[in-house]
């Protein structure tokens, strides 16, 4: 079902992330840090990736919630490899992705964690599992050699996240599954309590929550429903009822709570794999 192969990728250069994301280029940490707090810019681990063949092709940053953090702040970089794709049957392609997280004020370290990204609907994947999680690297004991050391061991483990989708692929929801799957689902967004439905709290309509947007969602196989629900549920393609007025859901824009509703929502499609 899926098999390594090569993909060219078009990688953002310097000028172009430091225009969406000039933390990442912080000549030194915030004032607050402490006097052991090792200042590793995060253009230098961009730097160190690129000699491994990894580039950036995606970076962003939080608002500063304070003026302390401004230009020190939380920042994402998503990286990938030209070499390195996943090629599902009928065109349905994945590339891996390393997804590193950091911060100047102190309170992060250098974090990686596995993704995928998959090119029929442009949907950025988080992969958590507790046999690949997530690493990360401290400030004080960055060097290239531990760089390169984590970013080995992540792809060394890439063969879990085959064999993740060729499970979803082989598994079969039926409608009843289907349903319980966009309830957990939609719960990464909607907290309810124990005993309460949240399509029913929100009067979600589920067979339309379900509809597939593309003929490469309309398979009854976990992968599939998985993609169309993640998708639904990231992008705001859906309705609900507050209060007595009918919205449109948001997408999540905030990358923190993005990687927080994809790694909840991997871990929901996990249970139902056969």
């Known amino acids: 079902m899926f098999s390594a192969t090569v993909k060219d990728v078009q990688f953002l250069n310097d000028e ?3 225009e969406v994301c000039p933390v990442a280029f912080s000549e030194s940490a915030s004032s607050e840090v402490s006097k052991h707090y090792t200042h590793i810019p995060t253009n230098q681990v961009i730097d160190d990736m690129r000699k491994l063949g990894w580039g950036v092709i995606e970076a962003k940053q939080v608002a500063a919630r304070k003026t302390a953090t401004t230009g020190f ?4 970089m998503v990286f990938r490899h030209p070499d390195l794709m996943v090629e599902g ?3 349905d392609n994945v590339w891996p992705q390393i997804i590193m997280t950091n911060s100047h004020d102190g309170k992060n370290s250098f974090t990686f964690q596995a993704g995928m990204y ?3 609907c442009s949907n950025g994947l988080v992969i958590a599992d507790e046999e690949f999680g997530s690493m990360k690297i401290r400030h004080m004991g960055y060097d290239f050699d531990t760089l390169r050391e984590t970013i080995s061991e992540m792809v060394d483990k890439l063969p879990l996240t085959v064999d993740s989708m060729n499970k979803f692929k082989s598994t079969t ?3 009843n599954q289907k349903y319980d799957l966009a309830r957990k689902a939609l719960e990464t967004r909607f907290k309810v309590q124990e005993n309460q439905k949240v399509d029913q709290l929100y009067k979600i309509d589920l067979d339309e929550f379900l509809t597939p947007v593309r003929k490469e969602d309309a398979g009854d196989d976990l992968w599939s429903v998985f993609n169309l629900v993640q998708e639904r549920v990231v992008t705001g393609d859906f309705e609900y009822v507050s209060g007595a007025k009918m919205r449109k859901a948001r997408e999540i824009k905030n990358f923190k709570q993005d990687l927080k509703v994809n790694q909840e929502l991997f871990e929901v499609a996990k249970e139902f794999a056969a």
């Open 173 to 175: 929801l039926d409608k």
């Open 16 to 18: 172009q992330i430091k």
């Open 118 to 120: 998959r090119f029929v």
């Open 89 to 91: 049957k009928d065109g």
């Open 73 to 76: 702040q939380k920042h994402m």
